[in-house]
């Protein structure tokens, strides 16, 4: 089967040779892309054709940080962060128990609700993360659940602390490396960690990272989210693919980051719903930082699932060009992921992508709160 998608009024590519194209179309065969050039050249014998009309086409988003497998919500939390209360964190205890007390079908069906919203919205490869179960059984499934219905799975079993190993958090880390790590190596891809004070220290991080490794797993670590600390350095030292959250950046921070091939990645839907400051994009990204953008959906922190947003976001408080944005949000994330086949519009390119319903990828963030994703492909199919 193949399909010419006609028309398009700015077409980016994120292919270093073709750039952004004015009047351009795209030829996908086979789920991939197959031509990519001025309209006015194209061969017109595919089988199909969309017509974009004008429109902006964008490669899909790919979402590279997200904690679906819950249930219950913290609205309530919410509401009180709202009127003066500061984030801890504590909330996601709140979450655990509800994880743990739902069936599998039901944890099942709302990840499927949620990465329903994701893909109506344009995002087209998706990581769901665990964290919400923290026992032995409950991690493997919530990394199964994940497998199931995600593209990509993360073990993230050190989250919190929970209750039942208050004040004995290193026998909860022999826990994880000893037990979950095994149970759930075979469902996922990565592990990681939340690094923080009150969470887990670098040591224990560290714990938690070598086993993951050691099973065979790559490395991405929650880092700097809070506090400064020894993150962001642990996971380059550990060759993360991404260090994720990167608020609190000391400057040996941004010089590890510059110095390897961790992306930085900005959560900036979690520094809204926290009213925490802002990552300093400007700085990773003056510094030669691979920066990605992700929605980070959760029901304590970020309970979005809007990637356009969260570019809104990223031009209008991070401070990055809407192309800046765009790139951080597609290619960005997939290098976050190391999928080189998604976040770009070259030949050969998984023909994920969206077109808008707007003439510029400005409107993503001129826009906001506006469904502006058309149509969206996955694999050069709808739905
Ligand atoms: O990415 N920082 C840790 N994990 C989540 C929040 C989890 C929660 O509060 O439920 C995050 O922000
Ligand atoms: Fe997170």
Redesign the pocket.
Known sequence: MSLLIDHIGELTTHDPELGTLRDAALVVEDGRVAWVGPSASVDRGADEVLDAAGAAVIPGFVES?S?LVFAGD?AEEFAARMAGES?E?G??RT?LAATRAASEGDLGANLVRLAAEYRRQGTTTLEVKS??GQTVADEERSVRIAARHADDTTLLAA?VVPPEFAGRADDYVRLVVEEMVPAAAPHARWIDV?C?RG?FDPDQSRAVLEAGRAAGLGVRV?AN?LTVGEGVRLGVELGAASV??CVHLADADVDALAGSDTVATL?PG?DFSTRGPWPDARRLLDAGVTVALGA?C?????YTTSMPFVVALAVRELRMTPAEALWAATAGGARALRRPDVGHLGVGARADLVVLDAPSVIHLAYRPGVPLARTVLKDGRRG
């Open positions: 940080h904690h913290r984030y964190a909330g996601i979450t964290g919400y989250h939340f923080e969470a929650h989210q994720d959250h959560l979690a980070d959760n029901p304590g922190t970020s």
